[in-house]
């Protein structure tokens, strides 16, 4: 499958790497994997929203923040990489700043889960976990890293 024609299929445009915020790097090769840091729900430089899903935030739009948050870190391995030479999504973890009682993290992270599978195909199914936390940097709603295996 070639990756850019199906992102160009899918009318995405990759964003550009998203700066840190503190003291990493936005991806690192060892071998044959990529490590994406966290990547916030960003674009153009600004923290898309703030707060905890359940209160602050819905549901439903966490949702679409976790696909921002996928999207970046496409962006990273893009920038690292290239997305041409990853052959699998090995491993997604979803964090969710989440109000006392929100127990619908798993749902929240499926934006993230679904673009990987409609980027990469069977490609992009992986192992995850979603978690809840009570807070994250910048007071970002969510937060997503993972973890690709590449060829040479």
Same mark, same amino acid.
């Given at each position: ?11 995405? &445009? ?12 936005? /991806?690192?090769?060892? #071998? ?10 960003? /674009? ?18 966490? &949702? ?5 948050? /996928? ?15 990853? &052959? ?7 964090? =969710? ?5 929100? &127990? #619908?993290?798993?749902? =929240? ?34 937060? =997503? ?8």
């Amino acid at each position: 499958m070639d990756v850019y024609a199906r992102l160009e299929e899918l009318g995405i &445009t990759l964003p550009k790497v998203v700066p840190p915020v503190a003291s990493y790097q936005p /991806a690192v090769r060892s #071998g044959a994997h990529v490590y994406v840091s966290g990547q916030l729900p960003v /674009a153009d430089g600004a923290l898309l929203a703030e707060g905890l899903v359940g209160t602050d935030i819905t549901p439903e739009r966490a &949702t679409e923040l976790a696909r921002y948050c /996928a999207l970046n870190a496409l962006a990273a391995i893009e920038g690292l990489v290239g997305l041409g030479k990853v &052959t699998r999504i090995v491993k997604v973890n979803g964090f =969710v700043a989440s109000a006392p009682g929100f &127990t #619908g993290q798993p749902a =929240v992270i499926n934006g993230a889960s679904n673009l990987f599978g409609e980027v990469f195909g069977e490609a992009g199914q992986h192992a995850r976990a979603a978690v809840g936390v009570a807070a994250l940097p910048l007071n970002a709603p969510v937060e =997503v890293d993972l973890i690709a295996e590449i060829a040479d």
